[in-house]
């Protein structure tokens, strides 16, 4: 039943895309804590980015799952539309420099022959030389009948938009993905039929296997900027917490007791750590930050900050932070 959950968010979003004003009007801004650096986030379907105190949509809906490339001059970013989504790259102001997917078809909205003829390609991260990026994607448009989709697999995409197949896993579907210096990868790995139970897998050589010591469900890795940690959301009775680990494996830490805290991110220096959680009351997820301590003997963090009030931004979507 897992391989129909794409197809079932095909239908839904079909049924349910508002249709956009005539004339649209620009977002306000938003204004938190002082926050240094510069940080991507997704709100009211578009891409926002922080810097200072106030934050501003750069990039307008439907637009997520936000990347800056290593230098901080480029986004990758997701464009989700009814049943099919595409993955994009723009300067640092919002401007499209390239379209690296084309898997929205023609077919109408809601239609049998848009079922047979969309794909999705998600969560970009860019490579760290930022030649290219890699994102989860389909192999193939769906087939059968009733029609199921392909896993998504992890593909490499250069600037052009051409493709190379990086690892494919028929029983399970690949998702989030964080490349180590050794260009090995950390991927989320959910295996058909196992009801949503995220695992961290460590990709080598054309081979996958679980991250040693890993909490299962796992999901939304963080690397360090020096390489050698993983921050990671562990799902909880229902919510979720950090952990962090060595990213060769080992015990995993918990970080967080928050109950909700996701979508981990790195400082550009490392001695920060942003992520998103939902604050007692509030009506979604705001921005937390605390510091960052980090040694051979351990990892752990100073007490979180909050500091957004009523952003509700995006936790799938994710962060990401550049100088």
Not at 12 to 39: F, N, Q, V, Y
Not at 135 to 146: C, L
Not at 185 to 193: D, K, S
Request: net charge negative; charged share 15%.
């Amino acid at each position: 039943m897992k391989r129909f959950l794409i197809l079932l968010l095909l239908l839904i979003t079909a049924c349910a895309a508002p249709t956009a004003p005539a004339t649209p009007t620009a977002p306000a801004t938003l204004r938190g804590d002082e926050l240094p650096g510069r940080l991507l986030f997704s709100h009211s379907g578009g891409i926002w980015l922080w810097e200072g105190r106030t934050a501003r949509q750069v990039i307008a809906p439907p637009a997520t799952q936000a990347v800056f490339d290593p230098a901080g001059e480029r986004i990758a970013y997701v464009v989700p539309r009814a049943g099919a989504s595409d993955v994009i790259v723009a300067d640092s102001a919002g401007a499209t420099i390239a379209q690296l997917t084309r898997n929205d078809p023609a077919a109408p909205p809601g239609s049998l022959e848009r079922v047979y003829a969309a794909m999705w390609a998600l969560y970009p991260t860019w490579l760290p030389d930022g030649s290219g990026v890699l994102a989860a994607a389909q192999a193939a448009p769906p087939a059968g009948d009733p029609p199921a989709d392909a896993p998504l697999a992890i593909f490499r995409y250069d600037l052009t938009g051409q493709r190379q197949p990086v690892f494919a896993d028929p029983n399970a579907q690949l998702g989030r993905i964080a490349v180590l210096p050794s260009g090995d990868l950390i991927a989320v790995r959910t295996p058909l039929g196992s009801d949503g139970q995220q695992q961290l897998y460590r990709i080598a050589g054309g081979q996958a296997a679980p991250l040693p010591g890993a909490p299962v469900p796992a999901y939304d890795p963080a690397l360090s900027p020096n390489g050698r940690w993983l921050v990671f959301a562990v799902g909880i009775n229902g919510g979720s917490d950090l952990y962090a680990m060595p990213v060769t494996g080992g015990s995993a830490v918990r970080l967080t007791d928050l109950g909700t805290a996701r979508a981990p991110v790195f400082s550009p220096d490392g001695a920060m750590l942003a992520f998103l959680a939902i604050p007692p009351g509030g009506r979604g997820f705001d921005l937390y930050l605390a510091g960052v301590t980090a040694t051979d003997e351990g990892f752990q963090i100073e007490p979180p900050r909050r500091i957004s009030t009523n952003f509700t931004i995006n936790a799938d979507a994710g962060l990401s932070w550049a100088p």
